[in-house]
DNA sequence: GTTATCTAATCTGTATACAATCAACGTGTT
DNA sequence: AACACGTTGATTGTATACAGATTAGATAAC
C-alpha cells in the first residue's frame, strides 16, 4: 500500500474515532515524522482530508480538524434529507427484492440483541452500515453513491459524540426497517417517506444526545 | 498564484471546455512541461481534478478524462433531483425576498433577448449562474452548496456538447422563472414542485440534444 | 503459430533539498 | 506609550533525483 494512503487512513481513522479532536492544528513535517512517511505523500494526504471536508487549512499555522457544532448537524440532516430520500425512491425502483427482505430479517433478529447492551447496539451499527451499503449498490448511481458516502463519513463522526440509549437504538431500528420494507415491496413514495421519518426523528435523537454533551463541555460538540 | 493552483485552473478549463476531450490520456512530465510546472504541483492538480471526478487514474497508463455517455447525464440529474429540489425548498424558507423578486425582473427582461441569437443566449446563460449562486447563498448551507457546485461542474460540460435552441431555451427560462417567483413569495413546497417540473422538462431537453450529438458521432458524448 | 519469459522503457511514488512566503516578535523612533 | 519597521523563525510551496512497479514489445521455445 502506498504510503499517502497509509498516512490518509491512519488521519481519517484518527479523526473519525475523535483520537485528534476538533480544532487539532497539524503540521507537515510534525506528521510526516509521527506517520513515518515524508512530506510530498503526507500532503497528499492532507489534500484529500481537506477534499473530504474533515481538515481545513489554515494559511499560516497548518491544516485543523475540522470543527463540529449543533449547527453542522443540522446542515448534515439537510443535505441526508435531499440525498436519502432520493436514495430510497430509486433503491425501491431498482432493488433486487431479495436482498431487502434478507435484510428486514436482519432487522427483526437484531431487534431481541438491542436491549443486551454494547454488544447488541454494535450489532446494530453494523447492520445499518450493511443498510447504506444496500442502498448505495441498490441506486446504481456512481454520483449519487460518492455524495451519500461523503456525507456518511461526517455522520460517523457525529455518532461517536452523540452515543444514544437502547430504546433510541430501537426506534432507529423500527424505522429504518419500514424503509426497508418500503424497498422491498418496490414502494417508492413510501420509501422515500419513511425516510424523511426517520431522518427527522433521528435529527432529533442526536439534537438531544448532543445537547447532552455540551451541557458538560463547551460550545463545540468535540 | 501558486502554481498547483494554475494547473488546476487551466486543466479544469480546458476539460469544461472540450478542449480536453473525453478519453484523453494525460501523462505527468507530458504536461508538466506543457504547463511549465514541476511534477509535484501537477499531481496535486491531478488529485483535485479526480477528486472532481473529471479524471481518473488508469493504472500504468496515466490520468484520463472522465467520459460523458447518455448513462452519465441520467445519472446526474437524479442526483440535481435529491440535491436542487432540497435546496429550492430551503431558499423559500431563507431566501432574501428582496434578491429573488429582482433576479424575476431580471429573468423577465432577458426573455426579450433570447430569441435574438447568440448573444441572447449567452446572457441566459449568466442570469442562470447569477440564479444558481443565489441559491447556494441562500440556503446557508456549506454541505449543500459544496455538493451543488460539484454537480454543476458536471452539467457546465454537458451544456457545452448540448447546445439548444432559442425555443428550448425560453422554455427553460419560464421554468426557472416560476421557482425564482416560488422562492420570492417564500412557498417552499411550490419551489420544490417547480424545480422538480424544471429538471424532469431540461433532462429531456438534454437528452434530445445528446441524441442529436451520437447521431453524427460515436457512442461517447465527447 | 502460439505462448511464455525476459528485457527495456516508461510511468508512478517517495524523499529531500531549496526557495519563497508569512507570522510573530522585538527594536527603534516619534 | 504607541506605532512602524525590520529581522528571525517557522511553514508552505516547488523542483528534482532516485527507486520501485508496471506495461509493452521482442525473442525464443514448444
Redesign the pocket.
Known amino acids: 500500500?502506498?504510503?499517502?494512503?497509509?498516512a490518509y487512513r491512519k488521519l481519517f481513522d484518527e479523526i473519525i474515532d475523535g483520537a485528534l479532536p476538533s480544532g487539532t492544528v497539524l503540521?507537515?513535517?510534525?506528521q510526516?515524522e509521527r506517520l513515518?512517511?515524508?512530506?510530498?505523500?503526507?500532503?497528499?494526504a492532507f489534500n484529500r482530508l481537506v477534499g473530504d471536508g474533515l481538515l481545513h487549512?489554515?494559511?499560516?499555522?497548518?491544516?485543523v480538524v475540522t470543527t463540529l457544532t449543533a449547527e453542522t448537524v443540522s446542515e448534515l440532516y439537510e443535505l441526508r434529507e435531499g440525498l436519502e430520500e432520493q436514495a430510497a425512491r430509486l433503491a425501491a425502483q431498482r432493488a433486487d427484492r431479495e436482498v431487502f427482505k434478507k435484510l428486514w430479517e436482519e432487522f427483526e433478529q437484531s431487534k431481541n440483541l438491542i436491549d443486551g447492551g454494547d454488544i447488541g447496539a454494535m450489532v446494530f451499527y453494523d447492520l445499518n452500515a450493511k443498510f447504506d451499503e444496500a442502498i448505495s449498490a441498490a441506486v446504481q448511481n456512481p454520483y449519487l453513491a460518492a455524495a451519500l458516502k461523503n456525507v456518511r463519513t461526517h455522520m460517523a463522526r457525529i455518532r461517536r459524540i452523540a452515543r444514544t440509549n437502547p430504546k433510541r437504538l430501537l426506534e432507529a431500528a423500527n424505522e429504518t426497517q419500514l424503509i426497508v420494507e418500503a424497498i422491498a415491496d418496490g414502494d417508492a413514495a413510501l420509501a422515500a417517506h419513511a425516510t424523511h421519518v426517520h431522518l427527522h426523528k433521528s435529527h432529533s435523537r442526536v439534537s438531544a444526545a448532543v445537547r447532552e454533551q455540551l451541557e458538560n463541555t463547551n460550545q463545540e460538540v468535540a
Open positions: 500500500m502506498r504510503a499517502s494512503d497509509r503540521g507537515e513535517v510534525e510526516s513515518g512517511v515524508s512530506r510530498t505523500p503526507l500532503r497528499e487549512a489554515e494559511p499560516g499555522r497548518g491544516v
